[in-house]
């Protein structure tokens, strides 16, 4: 795997540099301009160093990469165990694109507002910017993320592997009531038909009630315009909603009296039960958590380690996280990083003494609604192992005895 | 301009529910509006469910009307009602044509589906037990509950590598062959805007609303 190749290039340098280092203290004797394997001074302050930049880049130590899979038809996901805090850099932001990254010009950008409306109305861009702006820190998650790690699960998994289709930072554009308003919603309105301008014009209906509650077309991610990948120039933000209905390179809003029934309601992103239905427009993310550390492919020394995590929830805000060391018999209520921001990545963190031997390391969510995250058994009796969305139970990773982390599914 | 309206911010500190639907039965088309009316969260609500800037009034001078011609262009969808299907019509002989040529290089001579291409074919299971094991293909005769939804799928996004390039019979015909290949209609049917909405799906009674809830207990 590449994460594996990239962490041990990471690793053998930022190893390099430690050695030498340890051996400058050791040696004080050792010349200032020592220059270890890697062609790197021991001692930086020996020299002036680089020169100034217009943009910056990552350490030469530090290379997270994302993982894409597919081409045209795809999807690359963060790389969760190598990011600290909540908010993510723009360039590892998760995607997944059914027809391949359109590229479109700013300046021919327009938005088609139609339907059950008073006033039809075409937005630029630039009138996108005029609105007043609204700045919010939101996940933003994959129905299908955690698919591969539910039906075949594999000790190698990193948290990446496991539930990379997710990302969180603050989305800045425009209330989506805001825009509504401009055109002037008719009486009879229920759904809104949101449809982008990719190749695959990938369409979904949401019902109005969203617009009137969070909904925003967002045209910034962390400060900056959106990337191409994730919906430039502008997309539909529904916070806490399954990512596909984020509409990106959003092109038309359609104000309708009833659902579309597009493929992507119907053939995709439906739950089929146990019971022999399947569930239609289920929208909202469940309270969901994973331990980003320690994880695949981390290896323990026995010792003080912190347990550190994302939990996160589309009904609102996380209030616990608990965590297991143990397979579940002891759970220790591990702290949340203010703020907790509502349908926003929440970082959780617990103290940890690896004495080593085996350990089991879980960790479960719970949010304002009351709702904890199930166990893996629960899920699976509720949703069947054929189901193919919202994979929100309990992960476990093991710890063997010598220390190495794997995925336990 | 002086007589730009200068937008009203109004600190809400308690009940949102006025912005929560607009009243639209006092909305006329071309009454100009007094200044916008904003909405702003208090500077001690962050971390609280976050409305801000939402404004409850149009602005009147941002964007323009949309032209027919522009709403036309782009206003492509076809919904369970059949609303949006335009004028013409397939026919399963037609449809298999057009299939070859079209289609059958990435989903297989008979809609079997190829490497990633997913599988179109295929009226079994008929007891939708498709939570029981991910390995059961999902086709349009076993798991589809519109067939309106064919059209407006394919096309807007088929083929794959031209989207929105068949002609209205063509699409009408791939839609008759798909369906008659699935069992669903006889190969005699003609398919167009009337007799399309009308087709009823096998699975269309299997999809029910989302009833999670959040709270308690795992659904």
């Known amino acids: 795997m590449s994460d594996q190749h990239i962490s041990r290039r990471a690793v053998l340098a930022g190893a390099a540099v430690t050695a030498g280092a340890a051996l400058l203290k050791k040696l004080p004797s050792a010349s200032a301009q020592e220059v270890v394997s890697s062609g790197i001074p021991v001692d930086s302050s020996s020299t002036p160093g680089a020169a100034t930049s217009a943009q910056s880049v990552r350490s030469a130590f530090e290379q997270p990469a994302r993982t894409p899979v597919g081409v045209l038809t795809g ?330 982390v794997v995925f336990g599914g | 301009m002086s007589r730009v309206p200068r937008p009203i911010a109004i600190a809400v500190l308690g009940v949102l529910a006025a912005c929560e639907r607009p009243d639209v039965s006092r909305e006329r088309a071309d009454t100009a509006l007094p200044a916008p009316t904003l909405v702003t969260a208090p500077a001690s609500a962050i971390g609280d469910t976050p409305r801000a800037s939402v404004s409850l009034t149009p602005f009147r001078t941002i964007g323009r009307r949309a032209t027919a011609a522009e709403i036309r262009a782009w206003d492509i969808d076809v919904n369970a009602s059949g609303v949006g299907l335009p004028a013409g019509s397939g026919s399963y002989a037609r449809g298999a044509a057009v299939f070859a040529q079209q289609c059958a290089s990435c989903h297989g001579a008979r809609g079997e589906g190829l490497a990633t291409n997913p599988r179109l074919i295929g009226a079994e299971p008929r007891d939708f037990s498709f939570a029981l094991d991910p390995k059961i293909p999902k086709t349009i005769g076993n798991y589809w509950p519109y067939a309106t939804t064919l059209y407006d799928y394919i096309n807007r996004a088929m083929p794959f590598t031209a989207p929105s390039s068949l002609p209205a019979n063509d699409v009408y015909s791939v839609v008759a062959y798909l369906l008659a290949e699935n069992g669903v209609i006889d190969r005699s049917r003609t398919i167009d805007a009337v007799s399309l909405p009308r087709v009823r799906m096998p699975a269309r009674d299997r999809f029910v609303p989302d009833d999670r809830t959040g709270a308690r207990g795992f659904r």
């Not at chain 1, 009879?188 to 301008?197: D, I, Q, T, Y």
């Not at chain 1, 089929?272 to 309270?287: E, I």
């Open chain 1, 75 to 404: 999807a690359s996901s963060t790389p969760l165990q190598h990011l600290t805090g909540t908010v993510m850099p723009n360039d590892l932001l998760f995607e997944r694109h059914h027809s391949g990254i359109p590229t479109i010009d700013p300046a021919h950008y327009k938005l088609l507002v139609h339907g059950l409306v008073h006033r039809p109305m075409v937005f630029t861009l630039a009138d996108l910017k005029r609105f007043p702006s609204t700045s919010r820190v939101y996940f933003i998650e994959c129905s299908g993320n955690g698919r591969g790690a539910y039906r075949d699960p594999k000790p190698e998994m990193t948290p990446q592997l496991v539930d990379g289709l997710t990302s969180n930072g603050e989305w800045t554009g425009v209330s989506l009531a805001t825009v509504l308003r401009e055109a002037g919603v008719r009486s009879g309105a229920e759904w809104l038909l949101a449809e982008g301008s990719d190749a695959a014009k990938l369409s979904r209906s949401i019902p109005i009630e969203k617009a009137w509650d969070d909904a925003m077309i967002v045209y910034a991610f962390n400060g900056e315009p959106l990337r191409p990948s994730n919906g430039y120039p502008a997309r539909l933000f529904l916070p806490g909603w399954e990512a596909n209905t984020s509409i990106k390179w959003l092109r038309r809003i359609e104000v309708t009296d009833q659902p579309n029934m597009s493929k992507d309601e119907t053939s995709k992103y439906t739950d089929p039960l146990p019971n022999g239905t399947a569930r239609q427009f289920s929208f909202v993310m469940d309270a969901k958590s994973i331990i980003t550390a320690p994880a695949h492919p981390t290896r323990l020394a026995p010792g003080w380690h912190e347990v550190s995590g994302l939990a996160w929830s589309g009904r609102g805000r996380i209030v616990r996280v608990d965590v297991t060391t143990d397979g579940g018999r002891t759970w220790s209520q591990a702290e949340l990083q203010s703020p907790v921001l509502p349908k926003a990545h929440t970082r959780f963190r617990l103290m940890w003494q690896w004495a080593g031997g085996a350990a089991t390391l879980m960790s479960r969510a719970t949010d304002e609604s009351g709702y904890t995250q199930p166990a893996r058994d629960v899920f699976e009796a509720a949703r069947g192992r054929g189901t193919d969305y919202h994979f929100n139970h309990i992960r476990s990773w093991r710890v063997e005895r010598d220390g190495q």
